[in-house]
T-cell receptor
Framework: GNSVTQMEGPVTLSEEAFLTINCTYTATGYPSLFWYVQYPGEGLQLLLKATKADDKGSNKGFEATYRKETTSFHLEKGSVQVSDSAVYFCALYTNAGKSTFGDGTTLTVKP | IAGITQAPTSQILAAGRRMTLRCTQDMRHNAMYWYRQDLGLGLRLIHYSNTAGTTGKGEVPDGYSVSRANTDDFPLTLASAVPSQTSVYFC?????????????FGPGTRLTVL
């Protein structure tokens, strides 16, 4: 079956630090890959996505590139802010309508 | 209504009781989903529906049932709740079940089964 493995948290960074959250996947076929963000007490929101190999998704300073050769979709941001503190989920969807989420990585950014 | 709503926001339930979690979307999305979120386990798909009138089983369907009588509503029923069903439940929808479509999530229902 499909699976998503995320870097274990929690991750604590100082403001303006560089962020990487690793995500690797296993899947049959050609999945689409997503990063979602969850702020405290809220549901998940789409952060960015990539639908085919070598695509780069970007939003709000976050980026991730779909690497088929390494089956990875690592999330990066060059300079984090306190407001980026949240839980980040990597996910894959297949055309069969099945979705698989990672366990989530909690990020805390300190001023 | 804007987007996707869930009710109740939270509930404490005695074991053995029946409970229905409600989910409504006004985006005319064809596909809808129910997930449970547990600490350290991420989100796990319970049931899904690719279009009104059809449903399918996800990763953890046991003890839950769903129906999809129309496009907007996708209720989740626990026929006889057990403590292991204590969790936060999220409903989501997407335009279609195709792989490129993002899912829109509701605010969640926090359920405690005693």
């Amino acid at each position: 079956g499909n699976s998503v493995t995320q870097m274990e948290g929690p991750v604590t960074l100082s403001e303006e630090a560089f962020l990487t959250i690793n995500c690797t996947y296993t899947a049959t076929g050609y999945p689409s890959l997503f990063w979602y963000v969850q702020y405290p007490g809220e549901g998940l929101q789409l952060l960015l996505k990539a639908t085919k190999a070598d695509d780069k998704g970007s939003n709000k300073g976050f980026e991730a590139t779909y690497r088929k050769e390494t089956t990875s979709f690592h999330l990066e941001k060059g300079s984090v802010q306190v407001s980026d503190s949240a839980v980040y989920f990597c996910a894959l969807y297949t055309n069969a309508g099945k979705s698989t989420f990672g366990d989530g990585t909690t990020l805390t950014v300190k001023p | 209504i804007a987007g996707i709503t869930q009710a109740p926001t939270s509930q404490i339930l005695a074991a053995g009781r029946r409970m229905t979690l409600r989910c409504t979307q006004d985006m005319r999305h064809n596909a809808m989903y129910w997930y449970r979120q547990d600490l350290g386990l991420g989100l796990r798909l319970i049931h899904y529906s690719n279009t009104a009138g059809t449903t399918g089983k996800g990763e953890v369907p046991d003890g839950y049932s769903v129906s999809r009588a129309n496009t907007d509503d996708f209720p989740l029923t626990l026929a006889s709740a057990v403590p292991s069903q204590t969790s936060v439940y999220f409903c989501a929808s997407s335009l279609t079940s195709g792989g490129a479509n993002e899912q829109f999530f509701g605010p969640g229902t926090r359920l405690t089964v005693l």
